[in-house]
Every structure is written in structure tokens, then in C-alpha cells.
């Protein structure tokens, strides 16, 4: 059983070796990595202080946080395929992804006023509902724009530039923390104007790839795109792939309860919390482009289960009682590896086993899985963390990945010859 690749390659031209066009980054790419860019200084900025926030500020305890960061994770699931349908069919990923991108900013307007679980939860839901919204249609303009040859490495410029707002983030919430202790409504405020300036980038420069395609077949006298049926997404090689990435995102912990562990371990002063952040951006930032490289020209198959031996790592490092800062610093790049193995390799995966009217489709089945897995896996590592402790909670969860990814690699075994 093989992964069907021909909806894509037979947009190809087959010229024989050496005939791969050099790369050509689309504007629409840089357009959308630079709103991204925006969004997640915005965003991470926030997921930066929220696990102090939340036990510190607050009071609250490892089992509020984990609901909590379940809702951050995975609450976005409840509409990403909706999303994803929704762009396909009426052809204008752009405004379905700035509904997305709108919605999490009104959240952040939110973020000044909650001072309690309840209200928390509620703010950060509604962001991420934003973000379910937009991530697909976002993906989906990417997979149109991009080079065919070239679709891994341009999906890593776009986490590229994503991930250098994602390490600005931290930082800022850093500096506002290191200059106001306790100014976590300073940093929401910033977070809210990121936001915002964000969602103009988008509006004023990114065009409408998709609308643009339906234009060129009204006039070309060729017969229209076929409607899109669910069988057209719902095929072996999809599936294949939705079980992987459902197993193993349920072995995925947060970052936040990582670092958590890390600050409970060196017992650093809490303003210092962002920085760990900061780190693991960084590493994601240095290797998104050339993991996308890599995926083009090894297999993303491959790349894709790497990235989680390199997760395992990081859970390693994270228990690991000797090294003092160095074990700190491996967790941090470990985790950005993982990050740049797996995050835009998923997308290009399932946006290439997808139909091309049904490419959003695709990609947000794929994101949903992920996310609704990594619910269930914050939330239920906040109750082991209460019941057997940090340490052992840890250890728990890299036994059983340590389990899962050989019979994953050998689920996806058969597939790398089609996604090489």
C-alpha cells in the first residue's frame, strides 16, 4: 500500500536528472511569512508567561495549567477540517484565514480582562479557535505558490520567518518582564498591537492565490475542476498518515510543562522563564529551511519520524539530573529540531496526498489530528505530573514514545519512495 502521489507529480515536467528548476521564493510565501511573523511575536509572547501566569500569578495549580494548555493546543481541532472544507469550496483561502486571524485578535482585548480560570480558558479558546480557522487556508496558498520541486523548502522559508517572530516573542515578554516583575499585562497589551498589525499585513498585501487559479480556468476552455468529494481526501495514504501523527502527537508534552520541569530542576528566577523560549525558537529558526531542504532530497517520511527520535532526546535531557545548564540548553534544541522536522514536513506530507481543489482539506484533517492529540496529551500529562511527579510523569510518556516509533516508521515504511 503505497502513498498516491499523482495528483502532484503530474504537474511536473519529467526532463530526466538535473532538470530540478532552482528555487524561486513566490512573493505570496513572503507575504504570509511575514504575517506570521507578526502573529506569533503576538501569540508566543502570551504562551511565553502563561505557565508562570497561570501557577504563579494566579495560584492555580499543574492540573489547571494542563486543561489550560490542552485548550492551547488542541481546542483550534473543533474547526480546522470546517475551515479547511469551507476554503476549498468557496475558493478564498485569504479571507477565510484573516476571519482566523481577526478572531485571535479581538481574543487578545480579552487576555486584559481575565483574572480567573473560567475567564482564561474562555480567552485563550477563542484565540485558538482563530487559530484553527486560519492555519490551513494559510498552508493552502503556500502549497499554490510553491514550486512543485521545492514544496518542502518552502513551506521551511514560510516556519522560517514564522519562527523568527516566535523567538521575538519570548524575548519581548522577557523584557517587559525584566523591566515590570509581574507586568504580564504589559505583555498582553504588546501581544494585542502585534496582532493587529498583523492582521493589516495580511488584508493589504497578500493576494488571493486561489481566486486567482479560478480566474485562469474560467477562461481556459479545458473542463473545470471536478467538485471535492470527502473520497478524494479520505484515501490509504492519508489515513496512514492521520494515525502516525495522532499516535505520536499524543506522546508530544507541551513545551510549557518541559520548561516547567527544567525551571523546577535549576530553580532559576522566574523573569527568566521567556528566555527558554527564546532558545528553542531559535534552533527552530536555524534548521526550518534546511529541514525543508532535507525532506525534498531524503524523504519526509524520514524527516518526519527523525524529528521525533529528536523529541524523545529532548524528554531525556529534561529528566537527566547531571549537566546542569548544558542539559537545559540540549532540551531547548532539541526541541527546535523536533519542531523543524515535523511542523511544516506534515503539511507539505499531507498537502501532497491531497487533490489540489482539496489541498486546505487536506492539510487541516492532518493539523486536527495533531492538535486534538496534543489536548488530550497536555491534559492528561498535568494529572500524571500530579499524581507520580514531574520526574516520573516524564519518564512515563519517553518510555512509551521510545515504544511507538519504530511501529511508526514501519506504517510509513512504504510511502517513501512516493514522498521522497
Known amino acids: 500500500m503505497y502513498l498516491s502521489l499523482s495528483d502532484w507529480r503530474s504537474r511536473k515536467v519529467d526532463s530526466g536528472p538535473g532538470s530540478v528548476p532552482p528555487f524561486k521564493l513566490a512573493p505570496t510565501i513572503l507575504a504570509l511569512g511575514i504575517v506570521s511573523l507578526l502573529t506569533d511575536v503576538s501569540s508566543e509572547s502570551v504562551a511565553a508567561v502563561l505557565p508562570l501566569y497561570v501557577t ?6 499543574t ?23 469551507t476554503s476549498d469550496r468557496v475558493g478564498i483561502p485569504k479571507w477565510v484565514a484573516f476571519l482566523g ?3 485571535s485578535a479581538v481574543a487578545r482585548i480579552g487576555l486584559l480582562a481575565a483574572d480567573g480560570f473560567s475567564s482564561l480558558a474562555t480567552v485563550i479558546a477563542v484565540d485558538r479557535f482563530g487559530k484553527g480557522i486560519r492555519t490551513a487556508p494559510r498552508d493552502a496558498m503556500i502549497r499554490f505558490a510553491a514550486q512543485p520541486e521545492h514544496i518542502g523548502r518552502s513551506f521551511g522559508v514560510h516556519r522560517m520567518l514564522d519562527t523568527v517572530g516566535a523567538a521575538l516573542g519570548p524575548l519581548l515578554a522577557f523584557v517587559i518582564l525584566l523591566a515590570i516583575p509581574n507586568g504580564y499585562h504589559v505583555v498582553f497589551i504588546a501581544s494585542l498591537a502585534f496582532a493587529f ?6 488584508g493589504l498585501f497578500v493576494p488571493n492565490e486561489r481566486r486567482r487559479s479560478a480566474v485562469v480556468k474560467v477562461r481556459d476552455p479545458k473542463p473545470a475542476t471536478p467538485r471535492l468529494r470527502f473520497r478524494d481526501v479520505n484515501t490509504p495514504g492519508m489515513r496512514r498518515l492521520l494515525l502516525v501523527a495522532g499516535v505520536l502527537g499524543l506522546l508530544t508534552v507541551g ?68 549537566g546542569g545548564p548544558l542539559t537545559a540548553v540540549g532540551t531547548l534544541v532539541l526541541l527546535g529540531v523536533f519542531y523543524a522536522a515535523t511542523d511544516g514536513v506534515l503539511a507539505a506530507l499531507a498537502g501532497l496526498l491531497s487533490p489540489r481543489q482539496g489541498a486546505a482539506t487536506g492539510i487541516s484533517a492532518a493539523q486536527t489530528v495533531v492538535a486534538v492529540a496534543r489536548l488530550a ?28 516509533l519504530p511501529a511508526a516508521a514501519g506504517l510509513l515504511r512504504t510511502a517513501k519512495q512516493a514522498t521522497a
Open 255 to 322: 513545551d510549557g510543562f518541559l520548561y516547567l520541569v527544567l525551571q523546577a530542576r535549576t530553580a532559576f528566577a522566574p523573569e527568566w522563564f521567556p528566555l527558554l523560549y527564546v532558545g528553542t525558537n531559535i534552533a527552530y529558526l536555524l534548521l526550518a529551511i534546511p529541514m525543508g531542504r532535507l525532506a525534498d532530497k531524503w524523504g519526509r517520511t524520514r524527516v518526519f519520524i527523525a524529528g521525533h527520535v529528536a523529541l524523545l532526546a529532548a524528554y531525556v535531557c529534561a529528566m537527566t539530573s547531571w
Open 377 to 404: 496529551a497536555s491534559t492528561g500529562f498535568g494529572f500524571l505530573w500530579f499524581a507520580i511527579g514531574s520526574q516520573a510523569a516524564m519518564g512515563v510518556v519517553a518510555l512509551l514514545l521510545a515504544i511507538a
Open 56 to 61: 504563579a500569578s494566579l495560584g492555580l495549580s
Open 63 to 85: 492540573i489547571a495549567y494542563g486543561f489550560v494548555d490542552g485548550i492551547y493546543q488542541g481546542i483550534s481541532a473543533t474547526v480546522r477540517i470546517a475551515a479547511g472544507w
Open 197 to 202: 498589525i498583523g492582521l493589516a499585513v495580511l
Open 101 to 103: 486571524y481577526g478572531l
